[in-house]
């Protein structure tokens, strides 16, 4: 037997020892010797349905045990809106384990996006989200700054019982709040923080006479504010209120 024969012969040895492997590591036989036969979900689910993860990855049981493509099931699960992350992994002889950590929503970002605890933007369903829910806007590069405005702005305005549900920061740099009162506050852009601190440190002995609630506060100034009131509503068979629903505001600082 001369070289190019022992080469040949050892070449089909090989390869009648590795068909069978590739075979099935791929599926092409004997998927259903060894079959997927369970799945075992774990991970705190209050968006992402049990349901919605089975159809994500059923189409990979009847490839067999050693067939499936663990990285490709991660993508998969990882793909869906409101996941974080995903671990995929199989236990003989039958099991695909699947792990999923969720995305947590601690806000609204614009119209149509949420952001997540980790300071991600993500899109995913908005349906059944908590009222609580703040609703905040600017740049994506603004991110930390929007959010830090917000946890300011909540604390400096709680003494005087006022909450805001919304920051935005514009294209131009301007910044406002939106309070669950119906209020409106224009910051502005320079030195946001000292307005804002001003302005809460002022704000108690400006309403505490005054029986309207703020419709909107203007701290575009250098020594004081531009407010206006809500109207109040008139019972039957009263006159008229006071129309006159603006006023300034010039605090000490």
Same mark, same amino acid.
């Given at each position: 037997?001369?070289?190019?024969?022992?080469?040949?012969?050892?070449?089909?040895?090989?390869?009648?020892?590795?068909?069978?492997?590739?075979?099935?590591?791929?599926?092409?036989?004997?998927?259903?010797?060894?079959?997927?036969?369970?799945?075992?979900?774990?991970?705190?689910?209050n968006q992402v349905?049990?349901?919605?993860?089975?159809?994500?990855?059923?189409?990979?049981?009847?490839?067999?045990f050693f067939a499936?493509?663990?990285?490709?099931?991660?993508?998969?699960?990882?793909?869906? $809106? !409101?996941?974080?992350?995903?671990?995929?992994?199989?236990?003989?002889?039958?099991?695909?384990?699947?792990?999923?950590?969720?995305?947590?929503?601690?806000?609204? !970002?614009?119209?149509?996006?949420?952001?997540?605890?980790? @300071?991600?933007?993500?899109?995913?369903?908005?349906? @059944?989200?908590?009222?609580?829910? $703040?609703?905040?806007? @600017?740049?994506?590069?603004?991110?930390?700054?929007?959010?830090?405005?917000?946890?300011?702005? @909540?604390?400096?305005? %709680?003494?005087?019982?006022?909450?805001?549900?919304?920051?935005?920061?514009?294209?131009?740099?301007?910044?406002?709040?939106?309070?669950?009162?119906?209020?409106?506050?224009?910051?502005?852009?320079?030195?946001?923080? %000292?307005?804002?601190?001003?302005?809460?440190?002022?704000?108690?002995?400006?309403?505490?006479?005054?029986?309207? %609630?703020?419709?909107?506060?203007?701290?575009?100034?250098?020594?004081g504010f531009a407010?206006?009131?809500?109207?109040?509503?008139?019972? $039957?068979?009263?006159?008229?209120?006071?129309?006159?629903?603006?006023?300034?505001?010039? $605090?000490?600082?």
């Amino acid at each position: 037997m001369n070289g190019v024969t022992r080469f040949a012969v050892w070449t089909l040895a090989v390869l009648l020892v590795l068909a069978p492997i590739v075979g099935l590591l791929n599926g092409w036989f004997a998927a259903d010797r060894w079959p997927l036969k369970k799945l075992r979900l774990s991970g705190e689910f209050n968006q992402v349905s049990d349901q919605l993860l089975r159809e994500t990855v059923m189409d990979e049981s009847g490839i067999g045990f050693f067939a499936v493509d663990l990285d490709r099931l991660r993508d998969r699960v990882e793909a869906l $809106p !409101w996941v974080a992350r995903a671990e995929v992994r199989k236990q003989w002889p039958d099991t695909l384990i699947i792990r999923v950590s969720e995305r947590k929503a601690v806000a609204h !970002w614009g119209q149509d996006r949420l952001l997540s605890a980790s @300071g991600e933007l993500f899109d995913a369903p908005q349906a @059944g989200l908590p009222d609580a829910l $703040p609703w905040l806007d @600017g740049p994506e590069s603004r991110i930390a700054d929007v959010v830090e405005l917000y946890r300011q702005a @909540g604390q400096l305005l %709680a003494p005087s019982r006022r909450t805001v549900i919304g920051v935005t920061l514009d294209a131009r740099g301007s910044w406002s709040l939106r309070l669950a009162d119906g209020g409106d506050v224009v910051i502005g852009r320079g030195e946001p923080d %000292a307005r804002l601190r001003r302005f809460a440190r002022a704000l108690p002995a400006l309403t505490a006479n005054e029986p309207r %609630a703020l419709a909107r506060a203007d701290l575009r100034y250098s020594t004081g504010f531009a407010l206006s009131w809500q109207p109040v509503t008139a019972a $039957p068979g009263e006159g008229e209120g006071e129309n006159d629903n603006e006023s300034e505001a010039n $605090p000490q600082t």
